[in-house]
C-alpha cells in the first residue's frame, strides 16, 4: 500500500524506443552499457532510465535538464501518454501501469490534467467553452460548466474574456486559459510540461507568480518539466535532474546548489546567487547553553523563521547588534544566527563565484 502522504510513486521506470527494446532492456539490465552502445548495437534510443521517486500530496516537484534529457519523455508516463517499457507507477494506491483502457480513460478524465508549452486551444471555441471541455466530456450541464468556468477564469484574471476566441489572445493569455482548463477539472494531479518556456521573460515571471499563488490555494500536486534551473527553484519544492535519461540527483533547490551531485549538476547551478537561495536553517547555530545568556536572546534579539534567506538574514543583521533569534516551525526558538555566519556565507558564495570564473 502506498503511504497515505505520497501522491505519486515511480518505481524503476524505463522506456526504451525502438522494434528490439525487449533486447536492449536485457542488455541494459545485465551491464553497464551506455545510451550510445544501446543505440548501436540495438537501434534503440533510451529515453528514460531505471527513473525512482516519490512526490508528496500538494509538493510541487520539478524535473529539469538540458533538451533531450528525458524529462518530458518521463512525465508522460503518469498519465501513460507513454507506455514504460519497465517498472511500475502508483498514483494513491492505483497502480498506473495495470489500468485497463476504461480505467485509464477515466483517470486522464478526473485525476490527472495536463499543460503543455503549446497552448492546445480549440481555436473554434471560445474562451469559456474551451475552458469548460473537461466538464463537457464528463457530461456536465451547460449551465453548471459554464458556471464553473467563469470561477476559474476570474481565479486567472481573464474575466471580461469568456467570449473571446484563442486568435484574440496573447501568448500569455492562452496560457492562462490553458491552466484555467486543467484547473476546471479538479483533478488530484497537475503535469506541467514547460508550460511558461514559450513566453517573454517578462509575462513568464508573471504566470509563475500566479501558478504558484494558485498552487498555494488549490494545493494541487504537481510534476513541473522544465529546462531552467532559475524557474525551478523558484517554483519547485524539490528538484529532479536528469541527463541522458537517468535522474542524477532529487533534492530541495538549497541542496541541489550548496550539494550538487557530480560536476553536470555543479555546471547547471554555477551561476546561481546563495544570497537568495541560503536559509537561516543552513547557517544558524545552536541556542546559548548559559540560561542567562540564553534568557538574554529569547527576550532580545530580532525574531527571523528558518526560511529567511541570506539576503534578508543580512539585512536585519545591518539594523540590529547581535545575533538574530531563529524560531522553528513549531513556534520555538531553533537557534540563532550570528554576523560571522552570515560573513562565512558570504564568503563561501563568494569563493564559489571566483571558481566558477576561473
Known amino acids: 500500500m502506498n503511504k497515505p502522504d505520497i501522491a505519486i510513486d515511480v518505481a524503476g521506470v524505463w522506456k526504451v524506443f525502438g522494434e528490439r527494446a525487449g533486447e536492449a532492456m536485457q542488455a541494459l539490465r545485465g551491464s553497464t552499457i551506455s545510451k550510445a552502445e544501446v543505440l548501436q548495437r540495438y537501434g534503440c534510443v533510451v529515453g528514460v532510465a531505471d527513473a525512482s521517486f516519490q512526490v508528496a500530496r500538494g509538493e510541487i516537484f520539478c524535473i529539469m535538464g538540458l533538451s533531450g534529457s528525458g524529462k518530458s519523455t518521463l512525465v508522460r508516463h503518469i498519465n501513460r501518454l507513454l507506455e514504460p517499457t519497465a517498472g511500475r507507477i502508483l498514483v494513491g494506491d492505483v497502480d498506473v501501469t495495470a489500468m485497463d483502457e476504461r480505467t485509464l480513460r477515466e483517470f486522464r478524465n478526473r485525476q490527472v490534467a495536463m ?18 471541455m473537461p466538464l463537457e466530456m464528463r457530461g456536465v450541464g451547460k449551465r453548471k460548466r459554464w458556471e464553473e468556468a467563469d470561477r476559474v477564469i476570474a481565479m486567472v484574471e ?28 479538479d483533478p488530484t494531479i497537475l503535469l506541467m510540461d514547460e508550460p511558461f518556456s514559450a513566453l517573454d521573460p517578462l509575462i513568464r515571471r508573471q504566470l509563475q507568480d500566479q501558478f504558484m499563488a494558485l498552487s498555494a490555494l488549490m494545493k494541487k500536486t504537481t510534476i513541473f518539466i522544465t529546462h531552467d534551473l532559475d524557474e525551478a527553484i523558484r517554483i519547485g519544492h524539490r528538484i529532479a535532474i536528469m541527463k541522458d535519461g537517468r535522474i542524477v540527483q532529487i533534492g530541495r533547490p538549497e541542496d541541489i546548489v550548496l550539494s550538487p551531485a557530480d560536476d553536470y549538476v555543479a555546471e547547471f547551478v554555477a551561476g546561481i546567487s546563495r544570497l537568495k537561495l541560503v536559509s537561516a536553517a543552513s547557517v544558524m547555530r545552536a541556542l546559548p547553553v548559559d540560561a542567562s545568556e540564553r534568557a538574554g536572546l529569547v527576550a532580545n534579539a530580532p525574531r527571523v523563521t528558518t526560511e529567511h534567506n541570506l539576503d534578508s538574514l543580512i539585512d536585519l543583521s545591518v539594523q540590529h547588534e547581535g545575533p538574530l533569534l531563529v524560531m522553528g516551525a513549531d513556534g520555538a526558538p531553533a537557534g540563532c544566527v550570528e554576523r560571522v555566519d552570515l560573513l562565512k556565507a558570504v564568503q563561501g558564495e563568494r569563493r564559489r563565484e571566483e571558481r566558477a570564473l576561473a
Open 115 to 132: 499543460v503543455f508549452q503549446s497552448f492546445g486551444l480549440m481555436p473554434h471555441r471560445t474562451v469559456r467553452d474551451n475552458v469548460a
Open 158 to 185: 481573464l474575466t471580461g474574456w469568456e467570449d473571446k476566441y484563442a486568435h484574440e489572445l496573447s501568448g500569455g493569455m492562452q496560457q492562462r486559459v490553458g491552466l484555467a482548463r486543467a484547473i476546471a477539472a
